[in-house]
DNA sequence: CCGCAATGGTGGTCAGACCACACATGTCTC
DNA sequence: GAGACATGTGTGGTCTGACCACCATTGCGG
């Protein structure tokens, strides 16, 4: 006898469906995607697998469902992701460390990218946005670094870990406006020594 | 007249005391959680809203489900973080240079923890498998080195881009074992500014 | 022209049914 | 007694149909 039942589970197979369906017609964030019954006739499947697709997708913050409208794609880029998971994740000791060393790597890999990347233009809107702003926040500075790094993935995954790295100490980190602009003004001249020296110094790194 | 909808969707409702229950009776991963009929009389919801709930979780790769065994909590460290996201943005091609050019920067930094955390023994095993070992595959080669740096979490980004990598590029990236012999001997020595240039030349990056 | 009730479409939830699969148990055969 | 087989039970997987809550539109009456 033929098997007529794909080895996948029908949840994953209705997102593949479905992530087909929202290339071929072009749909873009903020677009209403089929209704969830027509959805159920057009794949052949039941109403409840297509609910359980739509909730995984949801989770992931790659749809947004409202009641009586509709069910609409949302901006991916700023989908969550983590909330959930930084609040399972907290118990091991091991990990709280991985997080903390790996973000100051990827912070670091920022650097080194926004000191190839970055033009003059954006040193002055650096070096002016620290000194007029109020307060330099921490997780300020390096939303602007990743983003002159030009480098999206890398960013995403920098607020990743950065949501993490909130969810584990108790109030975000806070450093003085002169690291801050020592380290944009190392940039500024393109001096990577200066620069990564300045970061630790930020950072308070006893390492290299 | 007294509200009896909760303003939050069920879903999330039942994920909040799934996880309640979890930490209260000290679950850990690999442990099996209640049957869904089971959360289904207990939670006083209905079996389809607490299937709902065990997609998004499973979707975050927070839970584990075996077709008629149980569903079982699984290591959360293993969870997607970036997968799903770059799944649909591996169709811009910016997407792609990020791709490379993050993988990059997180083997150097893979390289930078190994130099301060390998110890001697590591380093015989390392220089051994490369002299004795067929043919030196890339991947097999940093697998080693991020399992040297002993950050998890590095490591398991470095596995997801390292997977989107091979999915961008024809064939797996091959360099000779020379190049990784004097790279595995810069480490030894730990001299970092000729593990740099080793894996520089490796990679033919022109950077510098 | 405006305001408002009726209507239809949408997501939200539930109950019940049946299937597919894994495992433990019991039973039969040799 | 030991091994092979059958069976039962519990589990996730899926579908159907029903009803509720909410929203937007329509169209009617003022």
Same mark, same amino acid.
């Given at each position: ?11 994953? =197979?209705? @997102? ?5 369906? @929202? ?12 209704? *969830? /019954? *027509?959805?159920? *006739? #057009?794949? !052949?499947?039941? /109403? ?17 469902? #409202? ?6 794609? $949302?901006? &991916?880029?700023?989908? /969550? ?6 609040? &399972?994740?907290?118990?091991? =000791? ?5 997080? &903390? *060393? ?13 000191? #190839? ?6 040193? =002055?809107?650096?070096? !002016? +946005? ?15 670094? @990743? ?9 995403? @995954? +920098? ?17 003085? $406006? ?25 950072? !308070?790194?006893?390492?290299?």
């Amino acid at each position: 006898m033929i098997s007529l039942v794909s080895t996948t589970k029908v949840y994953l =197979e209705i @997102i593949k469906q479905l992530r087909e369906m @929202i290339t071929d017609d072009g749909l873009k964030p903020g677009d209403k995607i089929p209704s *969830e /019954r *027509e959805l159920s *006739e #057009r794949l !052949n499947f039941g /109403r409840s697998s297509v609910r359980e697709a739509l909730r995984a997708l949801e989770m992931l913050g790659l749809i947004e469902t #409202r009641r009586g409208e509709g069910t609409f794609i $949302r901006d &991916f880029r700023d989908h /969550r992701l983590v909330q959930l998971l930084s609040t &399972f994740i907290l118990q091991d =000791e091991k990990a709280k460390t991985d997080v &903390f *060393e790996t973000v100051e790597l990827i912070e670091i890999d920022g650097l080194q990218l926004a000191l #190839r990347k970055m033009k003059s233009k954006d040193h =002055e809107e650096l070096l !002016n +946005w620290i000194r007029t702003v109020d307060v330099v926040r921490h997780s300020d500075f390096f939303y602007r670094i @990743i983003r002159y790094a030009d480098n999206y993935l890398l960013f995403r @995954i +920098w607020v990743i870990l950065k949501e993490y790295y909130e969810s584990l100490v108790p109030e975000p980190a806070q450093y003085s $406006r002169e690291d801050y602009l020592s380290l944009a003004e190392a940039l500024a001249k393109r001096d990577e020594a200066k620069t990564l020296s300045a970061y630790r110094q930020l950072r !308070n790194l006893s390492f290299k």
